[in-house]
């Protein structure tokens, strides 16, 4: 008896220990197609209030995401980690392997005040900090009148941009300088596990099918400003975003019997708007912007569209339901205050640089033109560093091509590029080799930053140099995969950038003084 009653307690045992791994995998976006979400009555399901960390409901098939606002959380990792492409060690990587071992709670401690005065003391902060005029000159307006206008940032980048960590930890750090401006531009919906943007909530039905995230095939390409888009062709389908703002903006694919969508606010029905042309005013509060009209390629004619309308302050839950059994694609909302500043992050995970090339042209200009940023940041190379197909030379002219078509969309706007991080690729089954594949990278965007009259910064550098990443991870600032960071290290560099940005910020008002002053 008591041999069978140890056998049952093993194999109990076992049985918990199997259903404890399979809860402890990663959790996949699973592909929806489009299907309709109307009951057997005609009558349409709501959209229910997206709840703080829930990522899915059984019951009422949604997605959802939610993160709190932190610039200094050591247990906050980047969850879009899994982006980047797994890369063994190559030819570019050095021929010295780098053991991972334990470190003592002094090394420790050692390593992180090494790491710390290299961020406290760069030799290099922002290169060519002269192209960055435009923006400053935004940021003394914003200064001097804190009511008079909302000046606009925009990041688009990698894994290291979609996770929205490094990106909401300058979010914060400007918006306390600069004032509120709110959360700005998000990508419709849930379209990609771990997506979230602090300071908001998300949810969607299952019904929509995301394209730009899978990035050997991005369909027709009509992604619009950001690069991904939610499609569905049924009633009933619906997303859901919760912020604070004074402002919405919907952005919309129009197409040829394009579906309507109602827009609701805190469960009140605010417009119903038809994705088969230009937004009509449907309420005192709505003020509508023409599309651009644009042709493309294949098609008679293709419409990038928005609908805008205010808010009163305060909190919203944003609700877009689809009415008919018709076509319609959403390119993103955008939730924003009257005045301050915004840091906006439209990343993608796994995205190399080319990717912004691939977007329709036709539909990302009159978007991103009508958002009017004082500044576009680029963050991308992580990923290129480990494709050998490119080399320098074709890096740059890739680049510049990038450069020339974010001018042609928003003239007047600074640009900034953000260096790639320090990598190490893994070289047998313990040991890491740093990774000299990003110095053609480096080089690359360097050049067209001096060609092109646009600021660079050099993460790398501001790590520590090359093999910096070791201590990184360290130091818990970086993920084991060397490539990625933790919370903290993405908060860690994104002060750096803030403290860079700022010093050269302080010495153009000092100027600004200097030329008021001989005015007068």
């Not at 604070?244 to 805190?266: F, K």
């Not at 958002?371 to 490119?390: C, H, I, Q």
Request: some cysteine; hydrophobic content about 35%; proline content about 4%.
């Amino acid at each position: 008896m008591s041999l069978r009653i140890l056998m049952s307690a093993l194999l109990g045992l076992t049985l918990a220990g199997t259903f404890a791994a399979r809860a402890a995998e990663p959790t996949t976006t699973k592909k929806h197609t489009a299907k309709s979400a109307a009951t057997t009555s005609g009558e349409i399901k709501r959209a229910p209030a997206a709840k703080p960390y829930k990522t899915k409901s059984k019951s009422r098939k949604t997605k959802s995401s939610t993160h709190t606002v932190s610039t200094k959380s050591t247990s906050t990792t980047a969850t879009a980690a899994s982006g980047t492409r797994t890369t063994t060690a190559t030819a570019h990587s050095k021929t010295v392997a780098l053991r991972t071992t334990s470190t003592s709670l002094a090394n420790r401690e050692v390593l992180t005040d090494h790491i710390e005065r290299n961020l406290a003391t760069p030799r290099v902060g922002i290169e060519n900090p002269h192209a960055l005029a435009y923006f400053f000159d935004q940021l003394h307006q914003l200064e001097a009148d804190p009511k008079s206008q909302l000046v606009r940032i925009i990041q688009f980048g990698d894994s290291h941009t979609a996770a929205d960590v490094f990106t909401g930890a300058l979010r914060t750090l400007f918006q306390e300088k600069f004032g509120d401006g709110g959360a700005g531009f998000s990508y419709a919906g849930y379209p990609f596990a771990g997506y979230h943007i602090h300071g908001t909530r998300r949810a969607q039905s299952t019904g929509w099918t995301a394209l730009g995230t899978h990035l050997s095939d991005i369909g027709d390409g009509k992604v619009g400003m950001g690069g991904v888009s939610l499609s569905t062709g049924a009633a009933g389908n619906w997303v859901s975003l919760d912020a604070d703002a004074t402002s919405l903006e919907l952005q919309y694919l129009v197409q040829p019997g394009g579906g309507s969508v109602e827009i609701r606010d805190n469960d009140t029905l605010i417009a119903t708007v038809s994705t088969a042309g230009p937004p009509a005013a449907s309420s005192g509060l709505a003020t509508d912007t023409p599309p651009a009209q644009t042709e493309t390629t294949g098609d008679p004619l293709t419409q990038a569209a928005v609908y805008k309308t205010s808010l009163l302050p305060g909190p919203h839950h944003i609700e877009v339901l689809t009415i008919q059994d018709a076509p319609v694609r959403l390119f993103g909302l955008s939730t924003e205050n009257s005045s301050g500043i915004t840091y906006e992050a439209a990343g993608i995970n796994g995205a190399e640089a080319s990717l912004f090339l691939r977007w329709n042209e036709a539909l990302q200009e009159p978007l991103l033109g009508g958002l009017n940023p004082a500044l576009v940041v680029l963050a991308y190379g992580t990923n290129e560093a480990s494709d050998r197909n490119w080399t320098e030379e074709s890096y740059t002219a890739m680049f510049t091509r990038i450069v020339e078509r974010v001018r042609r969309a928003a003239p007047n706007a600074s640009i900034l590029v953000v260096g790639p991080p320090d990598r190490a690729l893994r070289v047998g089954r313990r040991s890491w080799a740093p990774f000299s594949g990003v110095d053609r990278i480096v080089a690359a965007q360097r050049a067209v930053c001096r060609q092109m009259h646009c600021a660079y910064w050099d993460q790398r550098s501001r790590m520590g140099g090359f093999g910096s990443m070791r201590e990184w991870v360290a130091v818990s600032w970086a993920q084991p995969d060397h490539t990625h960071f933790t919370g903290e290290g993405y908060n860690e560099l994104a002060s750096a950038l803030f403290s860079d940005i700022l010093q050269q910020y302080d010495n153009s008002s000092a100027a600004y003084t200097r030329a008021e002053g001989v005015t007068k």
